[in-house]
């Protein structure tokens, strides 16, 4: 029984959008190049005859700290009403890439892939900040202890991977 050769898969890291290729002979290889790259890079053709087209589209959300109600930002927002203007409303910034991939021989399309970068201040100065975040590679858990004592303080399954995690550090008057 012999078996049938599978064509390499692209495989992309959802914490920077960087690319791999994993091969039936060369096993998990990383690309030179990121989905954001090959985004900016577009329109683009190579020598083996695929075809790359991508796209870039940024937006806002706003959610409402104390009630959890989120609103996409766009240029017609306005708050729904004046508590909305008392409450704390935390702003955070989206960019999709949406790159395709065609083959110019058969006409087809190869690879289609979405890639989400969120804005957010990375966590510099982790002494003072008193809790810990755990997340199961690929099943969607996270976990939040105190980091003194080790106590758990809440566990939620999102059913889906965890790929980071944001701190808010909240906003001075």
């Known amino acids: 029984m012999s078996e049938t050769p599978t064509e390499p ?3 992309p890291d959802p914490q920077d959008g960087r690319l791999y ?3 039936s002979q ?3 290889v990383k690309l030179p190049f990121s989905i954001p790259e090959l985004v900016h890079a577009a329109p683009c ?3 083996d005859g695929l ?3 991508g796209k870039k589209q940024d937006s806002w959300s706003v959610i409402d700290a104390w009630t959890g109600r989120r609103e996409q930002l766009t240029g017609s927002y306005s708050p729904s009403s004046s508590s909305d203007l008392e409450s704390c409303l935390i702003y955070i910034g989206r960019k999709v890439y949406t790159l395709s991939i065609y ?3 058969t006409r087809a399309l190869r690879w289609n892939v979405t890639y989400y970068h969120y804005s957010a201040e990375p966590l510099e100065d982790t002494s003072a900040y008193g809790l810990t975040h755990l997340a199961a590679s690929g099943e969607g858990l996270l976990v939040t202890a105190d980091r003194a004592s080790g106590q758990l303080l809440w566990a939620r399954d ?3 991977p965890v790929v980071a995690v944001l701190v808010w550090k909240g906003e001075e008057p």
Do not use: N, Q, V
Request: glycine content about 10%; aromatic content about 14%; hydrophobic content about 45%.
């Open 158 to 160: 999102f059913s889906s």
């Open 103 to 105: 083959d110019m021989r």
């Open 9 to 11: 898969a692209f495989l």
């Open 21 to 23: 290729l994993m091969g």
């Open 51 to 53: 075809l790359y087209t």
């Open 26 to 28: 060369s096993g998990l």
């Open 45 to 47: 053709r190579t020598s």
